[in-house]
Structures are given as structure tokens and as C-alpha cells.
């Protein structure tokens, strides 16, 4: 055992990189694609139909400039952390700090209200087969703790049957598409007598903002994966960019389905509108292929928040923004075990909890704190590492027009929010703003500020 | 008992297990392994053992 310990003293481990395109399309999509089932439907509750396709195609665009921002930066960021790399990086350790902390808190979040998904699904499927009121936390718990021991045992296997569940959702909203016959109007579905003017105006529009982040939110967790792919500045551009290409094609897909079978006041407050949607069709085939597909797309996004909110705490730790413990990697399965482990007992008491609601809002604002500033981001990376100063496995177009697009959208965005959910919107801008006190004040000591940057890159323009 | 109640307490044990396992397997590596080498990683550093097969060899 002395001599195990004496020879991995001067050694240095890391993370395995196995991951390929496909890998990171799974777990980018995979977090995604419960939103399609689920939840984006409250976008017609707040304006009607059509401002749910609008909606859809705003904050499409919205996350397209995420998608393509976080392509360029992270194929040339080839670290776990994502953003928060980014952020330490290009701008420096306070808003890498807060970058971090909300991607831990949006992931975490989203693994929660994933878990209690699929508790309240178990109940549904009980209900429907005669067993009433089933206790949902068992099946949440398990849920999490399944997902992280899976997490905890390798990346490739995990991220491998992501890939699988998440194909399979997908393809049972292609088959619901076709199962309709979209090409014949009044034949099933009928947009001609339930698309209405918009109910409530353009403001109803744009309070839709925030919930259309659930056709997309989540696409940008691929970028935690850079550290553990065979090459980031393939892989990452490929998997984000055909992720949200698919993402643009299932919202597009599951709005046109939903919006011609059911009314806007009904589908506004549906709790499963696919599978609903699939019930109307009256055919039972259908319908037990769409509940085990909402099954499987939110089983897909808390095995993809728990591999980011665990990468994102682990890359925090690994630079002692947070106790340098959690920076700790398994010598077995390398993977950030010691964060993983630290995450569970978090997602386990806020899946169990009756403040999904505020859940999944803390999980969608915190988003889209982080795209805000990425907007910030980008335009200050393209002037310290101007295009030929250093290798880019990928160059966005038409800068810095999508970083100004993306941070209209995001005030745009902010302001939905603050229309729907004020008082939630204050209290965690208050919460940030405490933790970035705690951060300057008592945590930033500890930090070895040279040790934050081991990438080897050239020396930023100006420096 | 019905099936729906044995399959809530399957879901406790399953739960129970699998976070046991974990917490477990986790003081095991603690006390195998050196702390400076579990917290070696650096970013964009390349690995420098044969994935899987030298840690082996090790033990």
C-alpha cells in the first residue's frame, strides 16, 4: 500500500476521454427533450398558440447563439466546467464563480424536477392500471440514486445510454407526427378551428419567453463534456449543432401535433400534452409509446444534469473556488466521484419537495444568468485571441452579431420572467449576489490564483 | 400486499443499496489511494496513465 501511495504521488490522473459526437448529441439532447413532452406547452397558457410558436422560434434563436458561441469557445477550452472555464478564463474569477454556481444550481434543479417526473408517471401508470395514490418518492429516489451510481461507474456507459433513450424519445415524436398525417388538414388535426388570434395580445407573447426555454434548456451542458472527449474541437462543434438542429426540429414537431388536437385553454395547463395527445388519438399503442417515451426523455435529462452539475462542481473544486475535496477523481472509473456523491442528497430534497414550481424556475433563471454572460464572454474572447492567435476547432459566423442577438433575447427573456415570477426572479439575484459576497470575502484566500490557468494557450492580445 | 406496494419497498431497497455501494466504495478509494493523486487533474492537462490498466497493475 506505501508503495502505491509513493508511485501515484508523482503521478497525475484525469478524466478518461472517450466520449464521441455522438456522445456529447446525447447528453445535450438527452437533458433536453423532456422539455418537448413536457412543460414547454405553458408557453400556450401564457399567449395562445401562436405565441408559442413564436416562442419556440425566438428563443430557438436564442439558443442557436448559445450553441454556436459555446461551439467556438469550448473547441478551444478543452476542460470540464464549460462555461465556468470559460468565464475564468476570458473574464476572470468572480463571474467564473457565478458562472459555475449556476450551472450546479440549474442542473441540479433540473435533476430534481426530472426525478419527480418520473414519480409522478409511476403514479399515473398505478392510477391507470387501478392503484390509487402510489407514493412517488421511492421511484424519484431511485431515480437519482440509479442515475448517479451509473454516473459514479463510468462516463461512456452512461453517456451511451443516453444516446439510446434519447434516440428512441425522439423518434416516438416523429412516429406521433406521422401518426396524425400531417400533410391533410381536417382530417386529424384541426388548426383551422383551434389556432386563435392571440388571446392576450403581444405581452401575452412575450410572457411565453419563459417557458419557451423548455423547448431548448439544457443544450449547452455538452460543453462539460470537453474534457472527457477524444477530440473536443471535433466533437463538441458536432454535437451541439446537431443537437440543436434536432431540438429545432422536435419543438417544431410537437407544437405543429399538439396545437391541431387540443385547445389552447386546455393544452396551457396539460401536465403530459404528448401523451394527451396521443390518448385523443384513441389508439392504445400510441399511447403506451408516448408514456415510456416521457419516460425515457426525463430519465435521459437527470443522467445528463447529473454528469454536468457534477463536472461544473468538480472543475470549482479542482480550482479551489469550493474545497478543494470535491476535485478528487476515481482511480477506477475516473470519474469526479467525491462531487457526484456531494449532489445527491440536493437533487434527492428537491425532488421530494412540493415547490417544483419554484424548482424549475431557480433552474431556468439560473440558466439564463449564465447566457447572459456569455454574451460578455464572446465579444471579450474574440479581442484577447483575435481569429489565427490560437487554434479553433470551430469559428462562429457573423460576429458579434449573434452575442448582441443573444443578450436582447436574454433581457427580453428576463423580463417574461418578471412578469410571471417577480418575486422568485428578486430572491435569486439575491441569493447570487450573497454568495458572490461570501466568494470575495472569505473563499477567494484560498484560491492558488496560477494554478486556476494550465491550458496552454498564448499570451491574450493587450497582455 | 399488491404488487404496487412491494414494488414502492423494491424502490427503497434498490435506492438504499445503490447510495451505500456508493458512499462505501468512496471511503475505500480515501483509504487506498493518496489524496494529493485523486486531486491531481489538471485542466487541459493529457492523461498519463494507460486508461484503466496501469491503476490496475498498481494495486
Given amino acids: 500500500m506505501a508503495t502505491a501511495t509513493a508511485a501515484n504521488s508523482n503521478r497525475r490522473i484525469a478524466m478518461l476521454k472517450v466520449l464521441n459526437p455522438f456522445h456529447i448529441w446525447a447528453l445535450g439532447v438527452g437533458i433536453v427533450l423532456v422539455g418537448e413532452f413536457m412543460g414547454w406547452n405553458f408557453t400556450v397558457g401564457k399567449g395562445g398558440a401562436y405565441a408559442s410558436l413564436i416562442a419556440c422560434w425566438v428563443i430557438g434563436l436564442l439558443y442557436t447563439c448559445v450553441a454556436m458561441i459555446d461551439s467556438e469557445v469550448t473547441s478551444t477550452v478543452a476542460a470540464a466546467g464549460g462555461q465556468y472555464t470559460q468565464a475564468k478564463h476570458i473574464i476572470g474569477p468572480l463571474m467564473a464563480f457565478n458562472v459555475g454556481l449556476y450551472l450546479v444550481m440549474a442542473y441540479t434543479m433540473l435533476c430534481a424536477a426530472d426525478a419527480w417526473v418520473v414519480g409522478y408517471l409511476m403514479q399515473t401508470g398505478a392510477a391507470v392500471m387501478g392503484f390509487a395514490d402510489l407514493d412517488t418518492r421511492p421511484f424519484a429516489i431511485l431515480t437519482v440514486a440509479f442515475l448517479a451510481w451509473l454516473n459514479y461507474r463510468g462516463v461512456f456507459m452512461t453517456l451511451t445510454i443516453n444516446l439510446v433513450i434519447t434516440f428512441l424519445a425522439f423518434m416516438a415524436l416523429v412516429v406521433l407526427f406521422f401518426a396524425v398525417d400531417p400533410f391533410s388538414q381536417g382530417v386529424v388535426l384541426q388548426h383551422q378551428g383551434l389556432l386563435t388570434d392571440l388571446p392576450y395580445g403581444w405581452i401575452g407573447v412575450i410572457a411565453s419567453l419563459q417557458f419557451g426555454m423548455w423547448y431548448y434548456l439544457g443544450i449547452e451542458g455538452t460543453c462539460q463534456a470537453a474534457e472527457e472527449v477524444r477530440s473536443a474541437g471535433r466533437a463538441i462543434p458536432l454535437g451541439t449543432l446537431g443537437g440543436m438542429l434536432t431540438l429545432l426540429v422536435a419543438a417544431t414537431i410537437t407544437w405543429f401535433v399538439a396545437s391541431g388536437l387540443m385547445p389552447w385553454q386546455y393544452l396551457g395547463q396539460a401536465v403530459t400534452p404528448m401523451y394527451d395527445a396521443a390518448t385523443l388519438l384513441g389508439s392504445s399503442k400510441l399511447q403506451l409509446m408516448l408514456f415510456v417515451a416521457t419516460a425515457f426523455a426525463a430519465i435521459a435529462s437527470a443522467n445528463g444534469c447529473i454528469n454536468d452539475a457534477s463536472r461544473a462542481w468538480f472543475s470549482l473544486a479542482r480550482d479551489r473556488y469550493i474545497p478543494v475535496f470535491f476535485g478528487a477523481i476515481h482511480p477506477s472509473y475516473r470519474t469526479p466521484y467525491r462531487a457526484i456523491i456531494f449532489l445527491v442528497p440536493i437533487a434527492i430534497s428537491f425532488a421530494v419537495t412540493p415547490l417544483l414550481d419554484q424548482v424549475i424556475t431557480f433552474s431556468i433563471l439560473s440558466g439564463l444568468l449564465g447566457y447572459t454572460f456569455m454574451t460578455f464572454n464572446m465579444l471579450k474572447f474574440r479581442k484577447m485571441w483575435p481569429l489565427g492567435s490560437i487554434h479553433r476547432g470551430y469559428i462562429h459566423p457573423f460576429h458579434p452579431l449573434p452575442a448582441i442577438t443573444l443578450l436582447v433575447l436574454c433581457i427580453a427573456t428576463y423580463f417574461a420572467t418578471f412578469l410571471g415570477y417577480g418575486a422568485t426572479l428578486l430572491s435569486i439575484m439575491a441569493f447570487y449576489i450573497m454568495a458572490s459576497i461570501w466568494f470575495v470575502l472569505q473563499r477567494y484566500q484560498f484560491v492558488k490564483r496560477a494554478d486556476q490557468f494550465t491550458m496552454p494557450w498564448p499570451r491574450p492580445k493587450g497582455y | ?59
Avoid: C, P
Fill in chain 2, 1 to 59: 400486499m399488491g404488487f404496487w406496494n412491494i414494488l414502492t419497498y423494491v424502490a427503497w431497497g434498490i435506492s438504499a443499496v445503490l447510495l451505500a455501494w456508493m458512499v462505501v466504495d468512496a471511503f475505500m478509494v480515501s483509504s487506498q489511494y493518496d489524496e494529493a493523486y485523486l486531486m491531481s487533474s489538471r485542466e487541459g492537462a493529457e492523461d498519463e496513465v494507460a486508461h484503466g490498466i496501469a491503476l490496475d497493475g498498481e494495486n
